[in-house]
């Protein structure tokens, strides 16, 4: 039986969200699972499935709740659903209630508004409801029937993943079954992905016959595949856009790959969504001000305290009392080490602070 649900009503730090409904743990087989209801009537619903288990990454399924089928697909093929029916209805519940009712005049989700008033990149969506909106939108429009976003996030030390993120926006049986079977480990596209960002067609991947995607993708809907990995130099994340279509291959895949230019600069504008959230996240936590942002980078860039003084405009004994406080929201005993740790972190890109 899973145990331990939670409501909201008490500060969970894990899920710090603004657009929290619900929150809702279980426990089961070993494996700490929590199922989230987040969003609002204007920007659109997701419910997110976490997965925690030790020597595994951190597993987050992200899907629409607004597409009724899609979400009960999804609690359907959960491995452990059986288990987690008391926290899958929790959440379902707040959703429900959450839902704007007909006639009240409460603007719709995203997802059904008219086009022009739609994001039209990824950087103006809101949430990921949006995200998943914009994804399925712009994949659809060249041609792909499924699509699936992955966000790797690697341990600079050990080289693992230490985190996994998943957008769903295809078959959700076959998301649940990728993340319950590790499909990560040896997924050939997530090897190619680590060190080359150049499109791939299915077809072209290295793997015997037997493979689970030779396998099991026909029975989900998806015989041709294309995938787009992105990278960023400034953070140990890898981002990769799944898409595939039911007709086989070559036609399936050359019917996508006369989009691989769009669908790129999807992949691309998906992985600095989530690097740009991780850091407003993170700095949110941490509480950590725009100067001390600038001082931590020009740290990092080698910089002394006479050069960050003469940044910020103030004396250098003004600087290190803002080391100081820098230290200590790092845990850290020196300036160096904190720096590194932010550098880690992903907080120190260009361009994450406006002031």
């Given amino acids: 039986m899973a145990r331990h649900s939670v409501s909201p009503s008490r500060p969970i730090p894990e899920f710090g969200y603004d657009d929290l409904l619900q929150v809702r743990h279980g426990v089961t087989d070993g494996k700490q699972i929590a199922l989230v209801a987040r969003g609002s009537p204007r920007h659109g619903f997701v419910l997110e499935r976490h997965r925690r288990a030790p020597g595994e990454p951190h597993s987050i399924q992200r899907i629409d709740a607004g597409d009724r089928a899609a979400l009960a697909a999804f609690v359907a093929h959960d491995p452990y659903a059986a288990q987690l029916g008391d926290e899958y209805r929790a959440v379902l519940d707040a959703l429900a209630a959450a839902e704007p009712a007909e006639g009240s005049g409460v ?44 966000w790797f996030m690697y341990d600079e030390r050990s080289g693992e993943v230490s985190a996994h993120q998943l957008l769903i926006g295809g078959d959700p049986a076959w998301a649940q079954r990728y993340v319950d079977r590790h499909w990560y480990l040896n997924d050939p596209a997530v090897a190619h992905a680590q060190d080359d960002t150049r499109p791939l067609r299915g077809s072209s991947l290295a793997m015997p016959p037997g493979h689970w995607l030779n396998r099991q993708g026909p029975l989900h809907g998806m015989r041709s595949h294309q995938f787009h990995p992105a990278h960023r130099r400034d953070v140990a994340t890898v981002g990769v856009l799944h898409v595939s279509t039911a007709a086989e291959p070559p ?68 600087v290190y009392q803002l080391f100081t406080a820098i230290n200590r929201k790092l845990d850290s005993e020196h300036i160096k080490v904190s720096a590194n740790k932010a550098r880690q972190l992903g907080l120190l890109g260009d361009g994450y602070i406006q002031e």
Avoid: K
């Fill in 107 to 150: 603007a719709a989700p995203a997802a059904a508004h008219a086009p022009e008033r739609l994001p039209a990149y990824a950087s103006e969506c809101e949430n990921d409801a949006e995200l998943i909106a914009l994804m399925r939108r712009i994949t659809g429009a060249c041609g792909a029937v499924q699509c699936f976003y992955h």
């Fill in 251 to 318: 036609g399936g895949e050359e019917a996508l790959w006369a989009h691989r230019r769009p669908l790129r600069g999807l992949a691309n504008e998906l992985l600095e969504w989530q690097v740009l959230r991780r850091r407003r996240e993170l700095a949110a936590t941490l509480s950590l001000e725009a100067r001390e942002l600038r001082a931590l980078r020009l740290v990092a860039r080698g910089g002394s305290a006479r050069h960050v003084a003469a940044e910020l405009g103030v004396t250098e004994r003004a």
